[in-house]
């Protein structure tokens, strides 16, 4: 790969799939990203070196798909790795927290001895959407009042307002449609 | 945390949990080493430095806790990052592998276009059990005819002989119960 990297050369590499997982979504497949190694590399590179100066403690994801830059940057800073996962995934004692899908309700899980109050968290997720996860996410760490909360995400859907949900924290986003 | 690190210290930090998530399991909970920045990145480093003389192209990890540890691997060799994931979730044409549970079956998948014949594969997921994931996991990769595949695991539970069922492939796993 003779090109320049840049967020904008990164952002053709992502795939769209029209209608999915259902009819009228335009899914946007960072795989394609992921597996270049020099996409993948440059990617992490860019989020772990714009958080390197913010002492974060603990990279706490979002699964699944959360699970893969931010392993990476996690290590990348020499932080923590703390998951948030799905109902009955997390086998120790757990806060959890609902929150409304368009239609019905879902809910994360993070353990309770995976923060302290003196962490500072770089949250992450592949991607910002409608926000419904990210905020439910942000209200689990409120309940541990850490020092500082930070979220990041590779992709943020701007036309779907997800980033107004998240009070006043410094969002930061990658790649924008 | 001023302990040397070894293998056998990071052992001492996984979380047995009983009866999780079914009566009778003993759950090896790794969240407990995830989360210390000192046993997360000695981790990923230790697995790096394995093969980080065998020109790895792609890492390969197994939905979801196999993304965490294979994110920082991959990023630490340069390589490429390939999901392998659950039926449905892939959103382009992937291969897909049926394989037994005790009772009834399971099924993964991964992207037709992930990985090429030129491809050096380290295969890795967290756990070694009875190896039915695995197995077929290495399954979907013979069709891309690699030129090689090394699975390898964070924790291998020896009792189960998971090992035996994964051909003659090099297999490496850190922790062993």
Redesign the interface.
Same mark, same amino acid.
């Not at 020499?78 to 998951?83: D, E, I, L, R």
């Given at each position: 790969m003779t090109e320049t990297l840049t967020l904008e050369s990164v952002k053709e590499h992502i795939?769209n799939?029209p209608d999915? $997982?259902i009819p009228g979504i335009q899914?946007k497949?960072i795989?394609?990203v992921?597996?270049? $190694?020099e996409l993948? @590399?440059f990617v &992490?590179d860019t989020i772990a070196e714009h958080y390197q100066h913010k002492g974060i403690?603990?990279v706490v994801?979002i699964? @699944?798909?959360g699970?893969?830059? %931010?392993? &990476?940057v &996690?290590?990348?800073l020499? #932080? %923590?790795?703390? $998951?948030i996962r799905k109902p009955?995934k997390? $086998?120790?004692e757990t806060y959890a927290k609902d929150y409304q899908l368009e239609y019905g309700t879902d809910s994360i899980e993070i353990?309770k001895? #995976?923060i302290t109050s003196s962490d500072r968290i770089l949250l992450h997720d592949d991607l910002l959407a409608t926000g419904g996860t990210a905020n439910a996410a942000i209200d689990l760490l409120k309940v541990f009042n850490p020092v500082a909360i930070y979220p990041c995400f590779f992709i943020e859907l701007g036309f779907l307002n997800g980033r107004k949900y998240l009070g006043n924290y410094e969002v930061t986003s990658l790649i924008h449609f």
């Open positions: 795939r799939v999915f $997982p899914f497949d795989t394609t992921l597996q270049k $190694p993948f @590399s &992490a403690t603990k994801c699964e @699944s798909r699970f893969i830059l %931010g392993g &990476a &996690a290590h990348k020499g #932080a %923590g790795f703390v $998951p009955g997390l $086998p120790a353990h001895d #995976a």
